[in-house]
């Protein structure tokens, strides 16, 4: 089974098509995430899914479940962590969670349990009795996790996990998801505008644009699909075109100045082995650097826009910041 | 066909779950304030004002027929009631600024039924409320105004409290997601609250209002809520005036039932 099928999703507000028929599954246990712009319908389908509103047309499930037809028993086994905050800032840390752990319907016996591992899981113990605004950025959405954890969900989306934090920070709240679903198996759909968090935390992205998904796979089918890295070389002593062409394509090739560059595959890899082989011919390489193909290429292509800093995101950021001020 | 037995044990697992939901979000209200109790005081002030400045001047140049019951001892009832209608309008713009932070939405995620979400709240204002009629209690009590201190008739105000609580938060809570923004909301609390107070019969008798005012006061929930704090609190209201207690309760949980129904509809519409 899988653990979210959607075929020919769409959600009009009234003329505007925010998700514009999209079809996409997700496997048990994997990290999916869908990724693009501002405005793309990203947090839209997260929304529908997670049963908070309906869809407009096509058809949703997660885990087997309808969730227009079934909507409290998919809530129940999802987690929720939105992209603004979730945490009510004049309660403790602790108290956020048995909050939810009775909203959940958690048996009395295993609260106590739960909320502890919880804590414990993200780092959270030592200060579980103080005031959620006292708590820093990072500790905040540690604490949304948290709390999307009180009923031990199979499902879990998290709606920009790392908007608004800082590096540390971020790499941490990486750690604890991907932590998440190699320990329970969690499978996990999430949101995302940042390339960098797309390539290190997913398994599979569906790249989105203007309501629809422009293209889907992993991290690396889809960085291959723009062409690979670029290796760029420099070798005096000899024409080296005719080697390098046997190990990938040859974008440029200017044997006068010694400068080549070479379009690979999985440019790492290619290096010794085009090294080996120039050495045999003779030719000695003096410089060799490799540029990587990065997701902001993929959507680049896709796309044809570069993903923006702003809009929501900025809100967002401001929010966040005005209500860890507020304390 | 006779249910099953499962099927009445099913009503009653889903029956208990909906108080639970209900019960957990005024509890977690109650630790809000243990935290915090500072917004009570600060809440207190304009009540407080018009107990020590309107109430004794309007007391002391006798413009108001109040039978034999002093001004004060009239006003102080109808003052609580208003200051349970302030608390309690603020959780329709409450209710915009969780949205606006993501705290809604969360609520939302839980499978707890919506309606079961909105009476939290209105018993959270309800709760909420008690403590502010604590503080203008004490307040009236120090100011010598002759108040019941039956425990008895203390209950049966703190039920009206928590009635007139819940009620004027669903009203908020039924204007929250028409008119969406915390701006709107803020100015539509200002443009209910005032009229309502004025067209009730805080400050001034029924028996005193022209005509007009006097149907807009026949259909003022407030009114029904402070006939029957008046009851209860003043000593002597009852033998006196016979008011139709159990009219005004009535009136007050009809109206509190309309609204909650009303509010619990309209809820999705808050978060499109």
């Given at each position: 089974m899988k653990a979210v099928e959607a075929v020919n999703l769409t959600k009009m507000y009234?003329?505007?098509k925010a998700v514009d028929a999209i079809s996409f599954d997700v496997d048990e246990?994997?990290?999916f995430?869908l990724?693009?712009?501002?405005?793309?319908g990203k947090?839209t389908t997260i929304r529908v899914t997670l049963t908070l509103i309906k869809p407009t047309s096509g058809s949703i499930t997660v885990f087997g479940i309808d969730c227009v037809k079934s909507a409290a028993a998919v809530r129940?086994i999802s987690?929720?962590?939105?992209?603004?905050?979730?945490?009510?800032?004049?309660?403790?840390?602790?108290?956020?969670?048995?909050?939810?752990?009775?909203?959940?319907?958690?048996?009395?016996?295993?609260?106590?349990?739960?909320?502890?591992?919880?804590?414990?899981?993200?780092?959270?113990?030592?200060?579980?009795?103080?005031?959620?605004?006292?708590?820093?950025?990072?500790?905040?959405?540690?604490?949304?996790?948290?709390?999307?954890?009180?009923?031990?969900?199979k499902m879990?989306f998290?709606?920009?996990?790392?908007?608004?934090?800082?590096?540390?920070?971020?790499?941490?709240?990486?750690?604890?998801?991907?932590?998440?679903?190699?320990?329970?198996?969690?499978t996990?759909l999430?949101?995302?505008?940042?390339?960098?968090?797309?390539?290190?935390?997913?398994?599979?992205?569906a790249?989105m644009?203007?309501g629809k998904i422009?293209?889907d796979?992993?991290?690396?089918?889809?960085?291959?699909?723009?062409?690979?890295?670029?290796?760029?070389?420099?070798?005096?002593?000899?024409?080296?075109?005719?080697?390098?062409?046997?190990?990938?394509?040859?974008?440029?090739?200017?044997?006068?100045?010694?400068?080549?560059?070479?379009?690979?595959?999985?440019?790492?890899?290619?290096?010794?082995?085009?090294?080996?082989?120039?050495?045999?011919?003779?030719?000695?390489?003096?410089?060799?650097?490799?540029?990587?193909?990065?997701?902001?290429?993929?959507?680049?292509?896709?796309?044809?826009?570069?993903?923006?800093?702003?809009?929501?995101?900025?809100?967002?950021?401001?929010?966040?910041?005005?209500?860890?001020?507020?304390? | 066909?006779?249910?099953?037995?499962?099927?009445?044990?099913?009503?009653?697992?889903?029956?208990?779950?909906?108080?639970?939901?209900?019960?957990?979000?005024?509890?977690?209200?109650?630790?809000?304030?243990?935290?915090?109790?500072?917004?009570?005081?600060?809440?207190?002030?304009?009540?407080?004002?018009?107990?020590?400045?309107?109430?004794?001047?309007?007391?002391?140049?006798?413009?108001?027929?109040?039978?034999?019951?002093?001004?004060?001892?009239?006003?102080?009832?109808?003052?609580?009631?208003?200051?349970?209608?302030?608390?309690?309008?603020?959780?329709?713009?409450?209710?915009?600024?969780?949205?606006?932070?993501?705290?809604?939405?969360?609520?939302?995620?839980?499978?707890?039924?919506?309606?079961?979400?909105?009476?939290?709240?209105?018993?959270?204002?309800?709760?909420?409320?008690?403590?502010?009629?604590?503080?203008?209690?004490?307040?009236?009590?120090?100011?010598?105004?002759?108040?019941?201190?039956?425990?008895?008739?203390?209950?049966?105000?703190?039920?009206?409290?928590?009635?007139?609580?819940?009620?004027?938060?669903?009203?908020?809570?039924?204007?929250?997601?028409?008119?969406?923004?915390?701006?709107?909301?803020?100015?539509?609390?200002?443009?209910?609250?005032?009229?309502?107070?004025?067209?009730?019969?805080?400050?001034?008798?029924?028996?005193?209002?022209?005509?007009?005012?006097?149907?807009?006061?026949?259909?003022?929930?407030?009114?029904?809520?402070?006939?029957?704090?008046?009851?209860?609190?003043?000593?002597?209201?009852?033998?006196?005036?016979?008011?139709?207690?159990?009219?005004?309760?009535?009136?007050?949980?009809?109206?509190?039932?309309?609204?909650?129904?009303?509010?619990?509809?309209?809820?999705?519409?808050?978060?499109?």
């Open positions: 009234s003329d505007f246990g994997q990290i995430g990724l693009g712009p501002n405005g793309a947090t129940q987690g929720y962590v939105p992209q603004e905050v979730s945490i009510d800032t004049d309660l403790t840390g602790y108290e956020n969670l048995l909050m939810y752990s009775k909203l959940y319907y958690t048996p009395k016996d295993q609260r106590e349990s739960r909320i502890g591992d919880a804590l414990e899981y993200m780092d959270l113990a030592d200060r579980q009795h103080d005031l959620a605004k006292t708590y820093s950025g990072g500790m905040m959405r540690r604490l949304e996790i948290a709390q999307a954890l009180m009923n031990r969900p879990l998290l709606d920009e996990p790392s908007i608004g934090l800082d590096p540390t920070a971020k790499t941490a709240v990486w750690e604890h998801v991907k932590r998440l679903r190699d320990e329970f198996g969690t996990i999430l949101t995302t505008h940042d390339m960098h968090e797309a390539d290190v935390l997913c398994d599979e992205i790249i644009n203007r422009v293209a796979g992993s991290p690396e089918e889809l960085k291959a699909s723009v062409g690979g890295d670029v290796i760029s070389l420099v070798a005096h002593n000899g024409d080296c075109s005719q080697v390098l062409q046997e190990h990938g394509k040859l974008l440029s090739s200017r044997p006068e100045e010694g400068a080549y560059e070479l379009v690979v595959a999985r440019g790492e890899k290619a290096i010794p082995s085009i090294l080996e082989s120039l050495e045999s011919h003779k030719i000695h390489v003096e410089s060799v650097s490799l540029k990587k193909s990065t997701l902001d290429d993929v959507f680049l292509k896709y796309a044809g826009a570069r993903i923006q800093e702003g809009g929501t995101w900025k809100d967002a950021r401001l929010l966040r910041r005005a209500v860890r001020k507020r304390g | 066909m006779m249910p099953s037995l499962g099927f009445f044990r099913m009503m009653l697992a889903s029956g208990s779950r909906y108080l639970r939901t209900v019960l957990t979000l005024a509890e977690f209200e109650l630790r809000k304030l243990r935290h915090d109790s500072s917004e009570i005081f600060i809440r207190g002030v304009q009540p407080a004002l018009w107990l020590l400045v309107f109430g004794v001047t309007f007391a002391s140049i006798r413009a108001i027929q109040t039978g034999p019951f002093t001004y004060l001892q009239y006003l102080t009832p109808g003052v609580l009631a208003q200051s349970v209608m302030f608390v309690a309008v603020f959780y329709g713009i409450m209710l915009v600024w969780e949205r606006d932070l993501g705290l809604l939405n969360k609520l939302l995620s839980t499978p707890a039924p919506r309606s079961a979400i909105v009476l939290g709240k209105a018993l959270s204002a309800g709760v909420r409320s008690i403590f502010q009629a604590i503080m203008i209690f004490a307040l009236a009590l120090i100011m010598n105004v002759s108040l019941t201190l039956n425990p008895l008739e203390l209950m049966g105000a703190i039920i009206v409290i928590v009635l007139g609580g819940m009620c004027f938060s669903c009203i908020s809570m039924c204007l929250a997601p028409i008119f969406k923004t915390r701006e709107k909301m803020m100015g539509i609390g200002q443009a209910i609250t005032m009229p309502l107070f004025f067209t009730s019969s805080a400050i001034y008798p029924i028996e005193l209002m022209p005509d007009w005012l006097k149907a807009i006061a026949a259909v003022n929930p407030l009114s029904y809520v402070i006939e029957a704090m008046r009851t209860f609190l003043i000593p002597g209201y009852y033998e006196y005036y016979q008011p139709p207690l159990l009219l005004d309760i009535g009136a007050t949980l009809l109206a509190t039932a309309i609204f909650a129904t009303i509010a619990a509809l309209l809820f999705r519409r808050i978060l499109e």
